[in-house]
């Protein structure tokens, strides 16, 4: 059985950090595109970052640009987000996600591609 487990979530000030982890199972993900994204209390999920399955290429959404970082380790099957200089906006549910395609040359951002999702972890930004 597939299954995604966020980890690292929790309470911070403003203009501190977090490190979100993401423990895969029940498939090669090293296969994969992963990806992290977040919903906001009253809006709809949005894309955050992703990796491609070889952990060469990412993509970050404007908003996190400069601030948070993707990465992959391929053999233990989990993906971290980074998380510095955090703001109040920041504040949402972070979600893990996987590409449904193995051995994509495309990261993709879109929601509708992404196979397997976990059950998310709170991230909290006080100001």
């Known amino acids: 059985q597939v299954q995604l487990v966020e980890s690292g979530g929790g309470l911070v000030q403003a203009g501190g950090s977090l490190r979100l982890s993401c423990a895969a199972s029940?498939?090669?993900?090293?296969?994969?595109?992963m990806g992290w994204f977040r919903q906001a209390p009253g809006k709809e999920r949005e894309f955050v970052a992703a990796i491609s399955w070889s952990g060469g290429t990412t993509r970050y959404a404007d908003s996190v640009k400069g601030r948070f970082t993707i990465s992959r380790n391929s053999a233990t099957n989990t993906v971290y987000l980074e998380m510095n200089s955090l703001k109040p906006e920041d504040t949402a549910v972070y979600y893990c996600a996987a590409d449904s395609s193995a051995f994509s040359i495309v990261v993709v951002t879109t929601q509708t591609l992404y196979e397997y999702w976990g059950q998310g972890t709170q991230v909290t930004v006080s100001s």
């Open positions: 029940g498939r090669t993900f090293s296969r994969y595109t």
